[in-house]
């Protein structure tokens, strides 16, 4: 039983740790922007790429560096020659940009990486167990994983509490004009707001990237997770998202872990059931749905609390 | 200070400054009067370059045309809108830092200015901004433009929806900035106060300018009154 | 009276399935090109068509009928059992609403059962092992390794998943009642990006093999959780060969653990087909031969044209029927049963590992490792009965 | 007879802070009834509690005898009673047109329909036109809202608020930003159509209030100092120091 | 009161409503001319994949529409429009499985009716949960709603058949006048009837009390409970009606293909629906249609021209939000003042001077794309390929530098082209509305 819930935690805080990892650029666009950046995941992926091509040439160090960079750069410019345009037209037709973005990054990575896995591996000099518990080794890497996540978070809330740019953007999304004719260079600001954002997503390919499946459809496939983040931990609060990556990492491991079924729950009243259909919902297990629950959760939590765990706002 | 020769502007296809031309002398009061929809507004709004004006306005001897936005107001330009565009979702502590300009520390007028000036404000300091009476939303607008610390400020009808004693401290605030050197464009459709505190005043009609002169010049000309301020 | 005989194949060419899609159309090219290479059949040229079907259902029925208009009389489709039953539901609907043009449905990868048997038809011929025969293969090797004693099943919340499972919990009862089974675990299909909570269960469990119909990411992930929290038991499996499958075993460091079940495999010591994979390795780099089976179903199928001497399905479709055929992968005897369009071949297990360059000389996906021979099973211990009620038109 | 509008001991508070505290207040059917006081004195947060934007932390509210404290502001709209707001509060992307005539609706009893053509609803159409007629909008009535200039989108706003024809009418601020003449023309509106109706309003401008009004209260600090006929408000020392300036003296 | 002073008004008013119906023609005519055209296209474009493509499009018209009433009418973003397309779908599945045994004898064309009451069903379940919200809260809670279900749909496989979804004979059940609907032109009729009936439905209900209201709901909802209307209640309403639009599309899915599958319900179907209604515009009543056709036919044409065809359908997406945010209906909206005014000659000339350049743009920009798509994707196929039939060696230096001064030229005088275009319409509009003041 100690194994089970130790184990189980260790687990669930790695795998929170990996999700506010990829989903702390998407805090900074989304909620800091309003902007429904879906070509956040497609940043992810060039930065995966970007890292596995830079780390057979000079190595992974260099990679997680530069690898982010250039991403970041390429947010700048899709930020200043393409979103900054759509912008007025609204929240839509800027959710329609990043959506048509994915296409082209998905197509030109598979044109130039192909479409099959690249073997992007854990770099030598973290590439040992770094200790191990009742038998089960944690791996150096997912330990770096846990410390990089955790180093962007405290970055980040340093530079949104201790700067006014979080304050500037902010207010741009109310009243951009004013905020410019207050002296706010608010088309720079929200530049490199989205180039930071794209560059975390790229630190966070760049990572995932030897963990994960380093393919040309590994954006297509992280799907929507990371909203769900974004929204259960609050709009505008980096503690929120990281405090939901956390939750949602423990309560798909626990689940996992979980057996139950309605079936065990009530038993008896099971076998009456006749129709296939019930016996269906009858027999699912916790850990059949555990990739779900976030949904779930997501849906009951902006029922109930439409400003997510510690959002300041409700848009 | 601040000149302003044969200001254009446009929204789209309309023209609605056809050739405006006024100036403003250090710590100078002045105002620009003109019933509704005339293009005062209009006015400030390209002196801050938006909509974009064509025309000459020369400030502290600096061609200010063709600039953006924040570089105007950079060089010492502060605009108070007649819209007051609070930032609803931030407190009005967070209002009044956001007048602070990117690398400005402190300012001649600080926050705790503000909560001298205006008691009110500092019960509200964590309040969001969009929660604040409509004079109150006044108040924090005026003094978060002061914050950036402008050596002009261009204010859009301050007194709007403010209580008659509020007024005469609006008034009496003016009259406080220029005496610190701040000089100041007021644009009011209150006849009464804008007489009492400016050193000079414009008329303006249909996208010019159609009257200058002080205000016992204006008290003295009916005609224009009658014509374009309707009084 | 037209010259080639255009083969449509329906797949998905785009999109997260286009990277086994695009290696099945490229072994058909590869395929055509050197048939007609060799004066085609018939005299024709063959002539094949890409149609991407983005690997829904829908998709496929507009580009199936594409194809028909566009003359193709002959489907050539594998991936998605959704997308296979629609094709074959659809194929016998079209010739039965449209008598006088018939299409046959070539499936050279959907392997629901239901397909050959209460939903079988006459139009619809199928070249890979369904579910239950590669669980009679399966469960007939592992009824002979008694060193398994504890078997942990996990696989993926769908059908195929679930056939998978219930399947070996069934025949494993029956052929080894020793056997104990540990787990039985579904997880959502391609949802799952960590897989450590599942490996905990299974080392907690006491697991010596698992058995697992897993296919590309949920795989890959499974196998590299497994490496990284240091697991070990062997795996049994049926697309560790997919793409991207070979790098997740090596960089999780599982030699010689890690079991497939396929119809061959590159380093079958059988020269021909030895031969055929250096050729296509030549010109498709870096790409393995997934498909051993696309060879068998192109070689019967002209082969039954020859003998009809037409390539109208309605006349070489008979000819199919009861077709004896050596194998491309070992030149092994298979045919194909007449009673449900279901070819029967030898099948082997591989294991995963270093080779020996002199008799192994294909490694995967430039890992150094490749499959291994472990053990054949011949085409009798793969037979399985149908239960399709073949309507034959008259 | 019942008051059209009945406040007791109604209470508002945010957090710590008590914005109204304890206003009871009894505005007979057909008054003109003016509210002034200094800024944040807690007027438009009255407003809000009484038209159900707010609910209240104490006290009711009736309407014609009927309490409505805590009630969605839809339920009491169409109980009679519509408001205008201080900052401009229209439908931009509408006509004014449509503006106007979405603001009838519910009162003609069209409520959801969706069976009906909506440009046969003759009465809808006829009312609108009324309306627009009123605020001297007709000539625009094709134009989006949100490109009316500041004083025709105010004028839009006291449409709205008087479109459905309710018994007792709330408006806040309805002439600030507008010019001398711009405001005689707006009373002399808002003294048409408050003809048969109540009227609670807010009001800076002392012209305005002692033009308008029947009777004035003066909330300060969310309290009501005095509760009475113009003149005698004008008198009241204690009002003049709380609130009345230069101007009106 | 409001006395404009300032510039005056570009034109004079025009007349008011005067609510009296317009000619039966102008009513009518449009309706009429659609029906007629929905009746004779089979003979015009009589190939099966014509058919089964509009057939396509007649489904996806109804469910772009159905979007629309959300998105365009009522100011709400979904994600999660398929769940009602794929409910509707599943159980017009298993009421035709069902009806085909021994059940009631109702004949296919009735069918749709059982999406509609699915459709409007989920939708008032659904609808209850989420519409308590708007905007971005509601887009979320759509999203979750959408992933749940559609997740569930592969766990619970007795009612959504698992993987391979349920599969169906529409020819089993009653026929209705002798027709079996074993053809695709019965089909096609099937569908188109029913895409009329719907289309028409949805026209009117934006004419409605309640289609007004949602406007006022989508442009500011805060207000409409100040005039007696409850925006949950708008919202509600609209969100159900939608679903039911929605469930119609969705069984004439299930009718059109006999099948339907837990795709059909997911994110890709729901991401198809707002590309459709955005792209053709959701300002205007027709825009979604127009969206819902042409995406449909780039869905199953494009993919025939290229395999890069994401790319392609990328960059048009892109282009389209960047440069014509109001979706074709929108540039086509601005034309109909010249159109109205006679002027639509002047500008024509401008516009065909800057597509030349752009279509070379165009050209130089997918050579590029095909070549590399040849070297780097199909390199085990050669680099010898074909260009718009010209046959070129990818790998040689000269079509590569056709393309880029295809590209970079026909950009540049793309982009000049365009400002004199631009000009152009200013100018004719400017003629217009001279005409429009003095008349
Ligand atoms: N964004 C805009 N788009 C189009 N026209 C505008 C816009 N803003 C203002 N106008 C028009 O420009 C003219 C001048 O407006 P401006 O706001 O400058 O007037 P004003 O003199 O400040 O009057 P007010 O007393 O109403 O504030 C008006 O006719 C107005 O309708
Ligand atoms: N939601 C809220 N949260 C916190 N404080 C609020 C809120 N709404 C109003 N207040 C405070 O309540 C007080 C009264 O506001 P209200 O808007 O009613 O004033 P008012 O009398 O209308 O003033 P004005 O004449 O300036 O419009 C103000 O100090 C305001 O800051
Ligand atoms: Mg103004
Ligand atoms: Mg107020």
């Known amino acids: ?315 | 200070m601040l000149s302003v020769r044969d200001l254009h502007a446009y929204y789209g296809k309309s023209h609605i400054l056809q050739g405006v031309n006024f100036h403003v002398g250090a710590n100078e009061i002045v105002s620009i009067l003109g019933r509704n929809g005339v293009g005062r507004s209009t006015t400030l709004k390209a002196i801050m370059g938006d909509p974009a004006p064509r025309g000459e306005i020369v400030f502290k001897g600096r061609p200010v045309a063709g600039l953006k936005p924040h570089e105007i107001a950079r060089l010492g330009i502060g605009y108070v809108p007649e819209e007051r565009a609070i930032f609803p979702a931030l407190t009005v502590e967070q209002n009044l830092l956001l007048g602070l300009k990117p690398g400005q520390k402190a300012s001649r007028w600080s926050v705790e200015e503000t909560w001298r000036l205006f008691p009110q404000l500092r019960e509200r300091a964590n309040a969001p901004g969009g929660a604040l009476s409509g004079g109150e939303q006044q108040m924090l607008t005026i003094c978060r433009t002061l914050m950036g610390a402008p050596d002009l400020i261009m204010i859009d009808e301050p007194t709007e929806g403010l209580s008659p004693q509020m007024v005469e401290r609006i008034g009496d605030l003016l009259q406080e900035i220029a005496r610190r050197g701040i000089s100041i464009v007021l644009v009011e459709q209150r006849l009464v106060i804008a007489l009492r505190i400016s050193h000079r005043v414009y008329v303006m009609g249909h996208g010019h300018i159609v009257f200058e002169g002080t205000p016992a010049d204006l008290m003295a000309n009916a005609e224009v009154r009658r014509e374009w301020l309707e009084v | 009276a037209e010259d080639t005989i255009k083969i449509g194949y329906v797949d998905p060419l785009s999109g997260g399935g286009a990277s086994i899609g695009q290696i099945g159309l490229n072994q058909l090219k590869f395929i055509a090109d050197d048939v007609n290479g060799k004066g085609g059949v018939l005299g024709k040229k063959i002539e094949i068509i890409g149609y991407d079907n983005k690997l829904s259902p829908q998709v496929t029925l507009v580009q199936v009928q594409k194809a028909i208009d566009e003359g193709v009389q002959i489907i050539v489709q594998g991936n998605g059992s959704s997308v296979g039953a629609a094709v074959e539901s659809f194929v016998t609907k079209y010739n039965e609403r449209n008598p006088g043009k018939a299409v046959v449905y070539l499936n050279y990868a959907a392997i629901d059962p239901s397909m050959t048997n209460q939903n079988c038809s006459y139009w619809h011929f199928s070249w890979d092992a369904n579910v239950d025969i590669k669980l009679e293969a399966l469960t007939n090797f592992m009824k002979t390794k008694k060193d398994i004693k504890k078997v942990y099943l996990i696989d993926q919340d769908y059908s195929f998943g679930h056939s998978v499972a219930d399947t070996t919990v069934a025949m494993l009862k029956e052929k080894r009642p020793d056997i104990q089974i540990v787990g039985n675990e579904f997880h959502p299909l391609v949802k799952v990006t960590d897989f450590s909570p599942y490996i905990a269960k299974i080392k907690a469990s006491g697991a010596d093999t698992v058995v697992t119909g897993n296919w590309g990411q949920d795989l890959a992930l499974l196998v590299k959780a497994a490496g990284d929290a240091g697991l070990k038991v062997n795996w049994y499996t049926f697309y560790a060969g997919g793409s991207g499958g070979p790098t997740a075993i090596k960089q999780a460091n599982l030699p010689d653990q890690v079991y497939q079940l396929t119809e061959g495999f590159n380093n079958l010591p059988y020269k021909p087909a030895q031969e055929v994979v250096r050729a296509y390795i030549a010109r498709y780099k870096s790409e393995p031969i997934y498909y051993p089976r696309l060879f068998n179903l192109t070689g019967m199928v002209f082969e039954a044209m020859k003998e009809a001497n037409s390539a109208d399905p309605a006349k070489f479709a008979p000819k199919l029927e009861g077709m004896k055929y050596a194998t491309f992968a070992s030149g092994q005897e298979g045919f194909m049963r007449k009673d449900d369009h279901q070819f029967f071949q030898p099948l082997y297990m591989s294991v995963f590992g270093a080779l020996d360059a002199a008799s192994q000389p294909f490694d995967e996906e430039s890992t150094g490792w490749g499959w291994k021979m472990a053990a054949e099973i011949p085409t009798k211990d793969t037979l399985y009965p149908t239960t399709c009620k073949m309507k034959r038109p008259n | ?249 | 009161m409001s006395e404009r002073t300032g510039a005056a008004p570009a034109f004079a008013a025009p007349p008011l409503p005067t609510g009296r119906g317009a000619g039966f023609l102008a009513i009518f005519g449009p309706w009429i001319a659609a029906a007629v055209l929905l009746a004779v296209l089979p003979q015009v474009l009589s190939s099966g994949l014509a058919l089964s493509t509009l057939s396509l499009m007649g489904m996806m018209i109804i469910f772009a529409l159905s979007y629309n009433m959300l998105l365009g009418q009522t100011g709400l973003l979904s994600f999660g429009q398929a769940v009602f397309f794929g409910l509707g779908g599943f159980l017009t599945v298993h009421a035709m499985n069902a009806f085909t045994a021994d059940g009631p004898p109702l004949p296919l064309v009735a069918l749709p009716l059982v999406g509609a009451a699915a459709g409007l069903f989920f939708g008032i379940v659904f609808g209850a949960v989420s519409t308590r919200r708007a905007g971005t809260t509601f887009a979320m809670i759509t999203l979750g709603i959408g992933e749940l279900v559609s997740s569930s749909a592969l766990i619970l496989r007795h009612f959504f058949g698992g993987e391979e979804g349920v599969s169906t004979d529409r020819t089993g059940l009653a026929p209705f006048l002798g027709l079996t609907f074993g053809s695709q032109l019965q089909v096609y009729y099937l569908i188109s009837g029913w895409c009329f009936v719907s289309v028409a439905a949805m026209y009117a209900l934006t004419r409605t009390p309640f289609g007004r209201i949602c406007n006022a709901v989508r442009d500011n909802p805060h207000r409409v409970a100040f005039i007696g209307y409850d925006p949950q209640r708008v919202r509600f309403l609209s969100f159900s009606l939608s679903g039911l639009f929605a469930g119609i599309a969705g069984a004439l899915a299930a009718i059109n293909f006999e099948i339907m599958n837990a795709g059909q319900l997911g994110a890709t179907q729901s991401g198809t629906v707002i590309l459709m209604a955005f792209i053709g515009g959701v300002g205007s009543f027709g825009g979604p249609i127009i969206g819902a056709i042409l995406v449909t036919y780039l869905q199953v044409a494009l993919s025939d021209i290229t395999d890069a065809w994401q790319l392609y359908f990328g960059l048009l997406f892109i282009a389209m939000v960047m440069f014509a945010p109001d979706g074709i209906a929108g540039l086509l909206a601005r034309q109909q003042p010249l159109l109205r005014g006679r002027q639509l000659h002047r500008v024509l000339p401008a516009y065909a001077l800057a597509l030349v350049p752009g279509l070379a743009a165009v050209a130089g920009l997918s050579l590029a794309v095909e070549m590399t798509n040849r070297l780097t994707v199909h390199a085990g196929d050669g680099p010898a390929m074909s260009f718009l039939h010209v046959p070129l060696r990818a790998d040689a230096i000269v079509p590569w530098l056709v393309a880029a001064i295809l590209f970079a030229g026909g950009g540049w005088l793309f982009l000049r082209a365009a400002g004199v275009a631009r000009q152009a319409y200013d100018e004719a509009l400017a003629v217009v509305q001279g005409r429009g003041r003095t008349s």
């Open chain 1, 1 to 315: 039983m100690i194994e089970i819930v130790l184990i189980s935690t260790l687990n669930g805080v790695l795998y929170g740790m990996l999700l506010f990892l990829m989903a702390s650029g998407l805090t900074i666009i989304f909620s800091m922007m309003g902007v429904l950046n879906f070509a956040h995941a497609s940043f992810y992926m060039l930065g995966a790429f970007f890292g596995f091509e830079i780390s057979r040439r000079i190595g992974f160090w260099p990679g997680l560096v530069l690898a982010p960079l250039l991403v970041g750069l390429i947010g700048v410019a899709v930020e200043r020659y393409g979103l900054r345009r759509v912008h007025r037209h609204g929240h839509v037709a800027e959710l329609l940009f990043t959506f048509g973005l994915t296409f082209v990054i998905q197509e030109v990575v598979e044109m130039v990486w192909g479409k099959l896995p690249v073997d992007y591996r854990v770099p030598p000099s973290l590439d040992f167990p770094a200790f191990t518990i009742f038998a089960t080794n944690y791996p150096a890497f997912k330990l770096f994983e846990l410390l990089t996540a955790l180093a962007i978070f405290a970055a980040l809330l340093v530079v949104v509490t201790r700067t006014r740019i979080g304050l500037v953007v902010q207010a741009a999304l109310t009243h951009p004009a004013m905020v410019a004719m207050l002296g706010h260079n608010v088309d720079r600001i929200f530049m490199l707001v989205f180039g930071v954002g794209a560059a975390l997503a790229a630190v966070a390919g760049v990572i995932a990237g030897p963990a994960l499946v380093t393919q040309s459809n590994m954006a297509a496939l992280l799907g929507p997770i990371l909203f769900v983040v974004v929204v259960i931990g609050g709009l505008g609060s980096l503690p929120g998202a990281f405090l939901a990556s956390l939750l949602i990492g423990l309560v798909q491991t626990f689940a996992v872990a979980s057996n139950a079924s309605l079936a065990d729950l009530l038993g008896p009243l099971a076998a009456g059931s006749g129709s296939s259909f019930l016996r269906d919902i009858w027999n699912v297990t916790v850990a059949q749905v555990a990739p779900i629950i976030p949904y779930l959760l997501l849906v009951l939590i902006l029922i109930f609390r439409p400003r997510g765990l510690m959002g300041q706002r409700e848009s």
């Open chain 4, 1 to 249: 007879m019942t008051p059209a509008l009945e406040l007791t001991d109604l209470r508002k508070s945010f957090g710590a802070m008590e914005i109204i505290r304890g206003v009871t207040l009894s505005v007979p059917a057909g008054e003109r009834h003016a509210v002034i006081g200094p800024n944040g004195a807690g007027k438009s947060t009255l407003f809000h509690l009484i038209s159900g934007h707010y609910r209240p932390s104490a006290g009711t509210i009736r309407l014609g005898g009927e309490t409505i404290s805590g009630m969605a502001p839809h339920l009491i709209n169409r109980r009679g009673l519509s408001r205008s707001f201080q900052i401009t509060n229209i439908f931009p992307r509408l006509s004014v047109w449509e503006n106007v005539r979405c603001a009838t609706l519910w009162a003609m009893g069209y409520r959801y329909s969706f069976w009906r053509n909506i440009e046969r609803l003759a009465d809808a159409r006829q009312r609108t036109e009324e309306i627009l007629t009123e605020i001297n909008l007709l000539d625009r009535w094709h134009v989006p809202a949100g490109v009316l200039s500041y004083a025709e989108q105010r004028a839009l706003e006291i449409g709205l608020s008087i479109a459905g024809n309710a018994e007792v009418l709330l408006l806040d601020e309805p002439t600030a930003g507008m010019s001398r003449a711009e405001t005689e023309r707006v009373v002399a509106l808002i003294r048409r159509v408050s003809e048969k109706r109540t009227l609670l309003m807010i009001e800076h401008d002392m012209g305005v209030v002692f033009d308008l009004a029947d009777r004035i209260s003066v909330l300060v600090y969310g309290e009501i100092l005095a509760s009475d006929t113009p003149e005698r408000v004008k008198a009241n020392p204690a009002v003049q120091q709380a609130y009345l300036g230069l101007e009106a003296s």
